[in-house]
């Protein structure tokens, strides 16, 4: 069965500091990967997605970039972080477009 | 364009009372629709899903119809429990051929007391 892990789960960094989340999925090979940010309150907003090693698409211009260095790993980072980048991030992955997408358990990002 | 409305709550019911969280959408095509819960601290969570017009997903109690006729996918459960305190979420994927994202609702914050 696939499984879908996230690191830190819980991360205080400060004002400036560079961020590295990651992702990795188990299970399955070649999946779409996403990153979404959930802000006080409940909506999700989608930040990046991969449909392929190297690949990646930005849906939103901001602090953060991302980076799919293995078939299965996803990485979010960010050079100084804002205060504006506490939130909750979680990732997930689908079979392919389109598809249902599964859930990592997130990352709870306090920026001070 | 695509949409997903859904109640925001905050619901609170009584253990054993009838659930019902309203979700309607706005799509092009044939979408897939989609019920997550994310129970606090945790990610989401896919509780159920259905790909076509008056199919019924169901699970742990839960259930929702597709109605293409109202553009509804409304989620009920018969009876809560205190642990089904949590946030429902609904959402879309337009469709395959697409290319389009999915579309999530704001989400409906449900606690269940005793």
């Known amino acids: 069965s696939q499984t879908i892990h996230q690191w830190p789960a819980t991360l205080v960094q400060p004002v400036g500091s560079p961020l590295s989340l990651e992702c990795t999925v188990e299970g399955t090979s070649n999946p779409n990967l996403y990153w979404y940010r959930q802000a006080a309150g409940r909506g999700l907003q989608l930040l990046f997605y991969s449909v392929g090693i190297g690949q990646i698409s930005s849906e939103v211009p901001q602090n953060l970039s991302a980076s799919r260095p293995q078939d299965r790993q996803f990485i979010l980072s960010s050079k100084k972080l804002l205060l504006s980048d506490s939130g909750f991030y979680l990732c997930?992955?689908?079979?392919?477009?389109?598809?249902?997408?599964?859930f990592g358990p997130g990352t709870r990002l306090l920026v001070l | 364009g695509n949409s997903v409305t859904q109640m925001e709550g905050p619901v609170t019911l009584s253990e054993e009372a009838f659930l019902t969280i309203n979700c309607t959408y706005t799509?092009?095509?044939?979408?897939?629709l989609f019920w997550y819960v994310q129970y606090p601290g945790e990610g989401l969570q896919l509780l159920l899903k259905a790909t076509k017009a008056d199919d019924k997903g169901s699970n742990k109690g839960f259930e929702a119809t597709y109605r293409k006729e109202t553009t509804s996918f409304h989620l009920e459960k018969g009876s809560v429990q205190v642990s089904d305190s949590a946030v429902y979420f609904c959402?879309?994927?337009?469709?395959?051929?697409?290319?389009?994202?999915?579309?999530f609702g704001p989400g409906t914050s449900l606690s269940v007391i005793p």
């Open positions: 959402a879309l994927i337009p469709s395959k051929t697409s290319y389009d994202k999915v579309i």
């Open positions: 799509a092009t095509g044939y979408p897939s």
């Open positions: 997930a992955w689908s079979v392919e477009w389109g598809e249902t997408q599964y």
